[in-house]
Structures are given as C-alpha cells and as structure tokens.
C-alpha cells in the first residue's frame, strides 16, 4: 500500500529558530500534499495544500510566512516553521496518496 | 456547511464488546466518508471507508453505516480489544483525486481487559 514518510518524529528547537520538516511519498508520486496541525487531545486541523511546481494554498488564519510550504518534487513537500514560538508547538501531520494517507507525525516544541 | 460533528467524545467497553461512534455531515456534497484510528504519537491510519451509494460495508471487526437520508454514519467495532484502545476520527471529503479531509472530533476508545 501507499507509504507517507515524515522526519524528523521529534524536533524541540529554540526560540525564534526555524525548523523544517519533510513528507515523502515512498512508492508513488504526489501532485497534492496536506499539511494538519493537532494539538493535545483535539482533532486534525488542515493548515495548507501543497501542489507540486505551484504555491500552497493556506487555510484562513494560517500564516503563510511563518509556516512556509515547498513541494518542489512529486515526493517530497516541507514545511518550514520560521522564527518559531512556544505556541507554536503542536503534532504537525501530513497526508498524501488521494489525501488519506498520513504521515507519522512531527512533535514539534519550542522552548 | 464543512462540519462534521462526532460523538461520543469519549467511550468505554467491556473486553468483547461492541463500540459504536457516530457522526453526522451537514454538506450533502461529501462523498466520501473514512474512518481514522490514532494512537499517541502517530499519525492516523485509515480504518475503513464509504460511499454514500452503499448502506454498510465490512472489513473484519469493522462496519461502517451509512444513512444518506439522515447525512450519518457510524462505525461499529465488534469484539472489540484492548489493542483498540486508541482515538477514532471520522472524515468527509468531496469528490476529486486529491481528498482535503474535515474531521470529526475524535472519540477517544478505551476498552476494558
């Protein structure tokens, strides 16, 4: 079946520092990627579509420059948390393959 | 219009039991509706999933139904097991070869040994 890779599975950074995090289709290629945001105990919210060769497009409310999205291959999209928070801290997921198919998971913290 | 409402928010059942979720859509547009297992720390993993043209469809322990005239649908997990102690999601999506998903709640399952 459809294989969604996602690294790093945990990553605490500083304060103002930016991270990246990267979502692989392993045996099939990916035109859209979804990006999800989950924090404890709640439900996956949608951040942004990724379209391969084009810009992302970002749900209402999501920062486009802060979370800054490149899907510059059928394989692999990132997502970059730029100048990242404390509040920024959350599960952040991707999906692919028809849109249901999840990445692993990223926990991300900031400190 | 994109809500998908899930209940109960949280579930506990005897070893052997049956689990039950339900959730309801309000858009008549979706058409595509999958069930997500989750267990701390991971990503969701696709359970199961219908179309509205189908009533029910079963995959071992697992059924999903489906009422299009009451825009609901619900999973039933049979026998269940402690292994089964997780969060379930369910899903809508519209037509098209890329899903954007909007989830329910969640239900967080705990069954009992």
């Known amino acids: 079946g459809a294989v969604v890779s996602q690294h790093p599975s945990r990553v605490i950074c500083k304060s103002g520092t930016s991270v990246k995090i990267e979502c692989r289709s392993l045996?099939?290629?990916?035109?859209?990627m979804f990006w999800y945001r989950q924090f404890p105990k709640q439900s996956l919210m949608l951040m942004a579509t990724?379209?391969?060769?084009?810009?992302?497009?970002?749900e209402q409310g999501v920062e486009k420059d802060k979370f800054l999205i490149n899907h510059a291959s059928l394989t692999l999209s990132t997502l970059t948390v730029t100048s990242a928070h404390p509040e920024d801290s959350s599960f952040y997921i991707c999906?692919?393959?028809?849109?249901?198919?999840f990445g692993s998971g990223t926990r991300l913290t900031v400190v | 219009q994109q809500q998908v409402k899930q209940s109960p928010q949280s579930l506990i059942v005897q070893k052997g039991g049956i689990s039950i979720i339900n959730c309801a859509y309000e858009?008549?547009?979706?058409?595509?509706f999958p069930w997500y297992q989750q267990f701390p720390g991971k990503g969701p993993a696709l359970l199961i999933a219908i179309r509205p043209d189908v009533s029910e469809k079963k995959e071992g322990r697992f059924t999903i139904s489906f009422n299009k005239s009451a825009k609901q649908f619900s999973l039933h997990i049979m026998d269940s097991q402690p292994g089964d102690s997780a969060t379930y999601f369910c899903?809508?999506?519209?037509?098209?070869?890329?899903?954007?998903?909007?989830f329910g709640s969640g239900t967080q399952l705990t069954v009992l040994p």
């Open positions: 990724s379209n391969e060769g084009s810009k992302a497009t970002y």
């Open positions: 045996d099939f290629q990916a035109t859209t």
């Open positions: 999906s692919a393959y028809r849109g249901d198919t």
């Open positions: 858009n008549t547009a979706f058409d595509y």
């Open positions: 899903a809508a999506s519209l037509s098209g070869s890329a899903r954007q998903l909007t």
